[in-house]
């Protein structure tokens, strides 16, 4: 009504609350089949994706899938960045401490448990899947999460790097460009629950104290003493309980 009191033309104002409302629909659909994608991939990776169940979900035509994301690649690829800003937004909401590293630990346990949670999505999200089937992005783009979940500014990765940092400041680790040990921490948590979805350490959080062991050796490696990186690992140990409850 605002548009049609200003324009003289009732004809190019009706286009344009027309193109309005046309741009508001898209994007609710846009956003439903972002999270119905997203949904099947927590259930049964992108393996058990199928487009006309995710579009008969949302009560759309499978061309709507085409018109807004190109194809099935183009829909994955969105629903990984939205795996990665939820994966961001729940490792930054680890509380911070005085204790950078203790934060650091905990932060890293957070990733892992998220991960543990929602096995199918975290092997979609780094690739681990059926080649034919990985999405449009580069591989290496979405191992470091530096393109994908771009959300509020931050990824997973500048999470780590900015955690990371604090330990650099607070002179517990030597200095180095923080994105370089941030991805060497990177490496080891991936590799972890990799190690655990696979069942390589048997019963579900068995390889929590081969995890918590390469934590410390790789905090004394980057200049943290031995004693103090397993001061911070027990405060970590705790805050993590208290994090998870009972």
Known sequence: MEWRRRSGNPDVAAAITGDVTRS??????????????????????????????????????????????????????????????????????????????????????????????????????????????????????????????VGDGRTALDVLVRSVQRMIDAGRLRPAEASAVARQFLSATHGYVLLEIGGAFGAPGGGLVTAAELAVNLLVGLGDTREAAERSMLAAAVAHQALVGP
């Open 24 to 149: 508001a629909i898209q994007a609710e659909l846009r956003s439903r089949l972002v999270g119905v994608a997203l949904k099947g991939l927590e259930e049964r990776g992108a393996e058990g994706l199928r487009a006309r169940e995710l579009c008969a979900e949302v009560g759309a035509s499978t061309q709507a899938l085409y018109t807004l994301f190109g194809g099935m690649p183009g829909l994955v690829e969105a629903a990984v960045g939205e795996g990665f800003v939820r994966l961001a937004g729940h490792v930054d909401a680890v509380p911070e401490t005085d204790d950078p590293v203790a934060d650091h630990l905990v932060k890293g346990w957070s990733y892992a448990d998220w991960a543990l949670a929602r096995p199918a999505l975290y092997r979609a999200m780094f690739g681990v899947t059926d080649p034919s089937l990985r999405h449009r992005a580069p591989v290496e783009a979405t191992l470091a999460a530096a393109h994908l979940a």
